[in-house]
């Protein structure tokens, strides 16, 4: 996305040159199209994150082309990523897969006609994403188990919002399925412009807090999320946050010790 845009990005490239030096960090860039791609590789990134919108019209909003357009520039940068003999790694997200703000309802059928496509065009792996919060555990879970039928394992990640109330749930139930791996922002800070009302992905410190509940390692530190939450509270003061873990706390239930291990 050019800096004159978004200027917030323009400083990219020098943060995943740090984030390159933190050991076992997988460095992932979103890229809108073809010249946000070439500039991952460049910088050397692990991850390139492309989105492609189910919905026709948000899609046309969010990317000014159809998810077909999207679908012919994935096998473009397939081919430019291949070309550079680049080791980065291209994962597509499947925006508004359960609902759209503009569009309304988003058939399954048509998700799985996009990620089938998306595949063929050369991506490594898939993801589903509730963007505008729109699910409910039951479609997470329905969506999910029919999604592993046309992609296998290279379906890999759930992407949720917690705009009403649901996106541990959705969580929870992604995770039935066998999804491992999840998008999360500290204090749900973030949205979509085309999703009113909508906040970031679920909470980061919620979600380290959830799998460390269970026993799940993630190596997160959670009292050093939520000291980092309350950090980032003062730097962008009069943001509205998100997420619960902060106000609570860790229960007394859960043992010091446990919560050094997970995040160990």
């Known amino acids: 996305m050019p800096a004159k845009l978004l200027p917030q990005l323009a400083d990219t490239a ?5 984030a390159k030096t933190l050991p076992g960090l997988v460095t992932s860039v979103l890229v809108p199209n073809l010249k946000g791609a070439e500039r ?4 050397e990134a692990d991850r390139m994150l492309l989105p492609l ?6 899609s046309l909003a969010n990317m000014r082309r159809t998810p077909d357009e999207v679908v012919a520039d994935i096998a473009r940068i397939r081919a430019a990523r291949d070309a ?7 994962e597509i997200g499947m925006s508004t897969a359960f609902g759209c703000t503009i569009q309304g309802r988003v058939e399954p059928a048509e998700v799985l006609r996009l990620m089938q496509a998306a595949l063929d065009a050369g991506a490594d792996h898939v993801g589903l994403a509730d963007t505008v919060g729109y699910a409910d555990p039951r479609m997470v879970r329905d969506l999910f ?3 592993f039928k046309v992609a296998g394992n290279q379906l890999a990640c759930g992407h949720f919002h917690d705009t009403r109330g649901l996106g541990i749930a959705n969580v929870m139930a992604a995770l039935d399925t066998g999804i491992t791996r999840f998008d999360a922002c500290l204090a749900g800070i973030g949205g979509c412009p085309h999703a009113p ?3 970031g992905n679920v909470a980061t410190e ?5 799998f460390a509940s269970m026993g799940m390692e993630t190596g997160l530190d959670i009292e050093q999320l939520v000291t980092l939450r309350a950090r980032v509270a003062q730097w962008l003061d009069g943001e509205t946050l998100h997420g619960t873990l902060w106000r609570a706390g860790l229960p007394k239930t ?4 446990v919560v050094a291990e997970i995040g160990a």
């Open 145 to 147: 188990e029919r999604c």
């Open 254 to 257: 859960m043992r010091r010790d």
């Open 14 to 18: 020098e943060l995943v040159a740090f």
């Open 84 to 90: 550079a003999g680049s080791k980065c790694e291209i």
């Open 197 to 199: 009302g909508a906040s």
């Open 206 to 210: 919620d979600l380290a807090y959830l």
């Open 53 to 58: 919108s189910v919905s026709h019209a948000h």
């Open 40 to 43: 991952a590789i460049e910088v």
